[in-house]
């Protein structure tokens, strides 16, 4: 039988939406005020969800106390109080965009949880606005 388990998180994090190859009359045409060139920040709130089927001997999917440690170690460090462009070396060579955080915080997820699992993220940059992956179909 399948199932789902869930875990959120929150952590904040400062960046800019800005493409060199854009003019900044361009820039601030596309992005308005996230193309503040002092940057910006969001508290953003995470839910991570694993699916899969139930182990019969413990009576978990997986252990919540372990999502809650690779959560903490792998994503939570990792940008907690950083500027996206500057401290995270994905985010050289593209826009720090939600959706763009979004899938980089998956793509960690999945390296560090067994590929039996399914693993979708939720990410709200605002209480209003939010991004998830993958899409659902």
Same mark, same amino acid.
Request: proline share 3%; charged share 30%.
């Given at each position: 039988?399948?199932?789902?388990?869930?875990?959120?998180?929150?952590?904040?994090?400062?960046?800019r939406?800005?493409?060199?190859?854009?003019?900044?009359?361009?820039?601030?045409a596309?992005?308005?005020?996230?193309?503040?060139?002092?940057?910006?920040?969001?508290?953003?709130?995470l839910?991570?969800?694993?699916?899969? !089927?139930?182990?019969?001997?413990?009576?978990?999917? $997986? #252990?919540?106390? =372990?999502? %809650? +440690? @690779?959560?903490?170690?792998?994503?939570? !460090?990792?940008?907690?109080?950083?500027?996206?462009? $500057? #401290?995270?070396? =994905?985010? %050289? +060579? @593209?826009?720090?965009?939600?959706?763009?955080?979004?899938?980089?915080?998956?793509?960690?997820?999945?390296?560090?949880?067994?590929? %039996?699992?399914?693993?979708?993220?939720?990410?709200?940059?605002?209480?209003?606005?939010?991004?998830?992956?993958?899409?659902?179909?």
């Amino acid at each position: 039988m399948r199932i789902t388990i869930s875990r959120r998180a929150h952590f904040n994090a400062a960046h800019r939406l800005h493409n060199p190859n854009f003019s900044d009359e361009k820039n601030e045409a596309i992005f308005g005020k996230c193309n503040n060139a002092n940057y910006h920040g969001h508290n953003y709130e995470l839910e991570v969800r694993i699916s899969g !089927e139930i182990n019969p001997e413990t009576g978990y999917l $997986l #252990d919540l106390k =372990e999502l %809650k +440690d @690779i959560i903490h170690d792998h994503i939570e !460090e990792k940008f907690d109080h950083k500027n996206l462009n $500057l #401290d995270i070396e =994905e985010f %050289k +060579d @593209i826009l720090p965009s939600t959706e763009n955080l979004c899938i980089l915080i998956h793509k960690i997820l999945t390296s560090q949880l067994d590929k %039996k699992y399914h693993i979708s993220v939720k990410l709200w940059e605002t209480a209003r606005n939010a991004v998830e992956y993958p899409a659902i179909n």
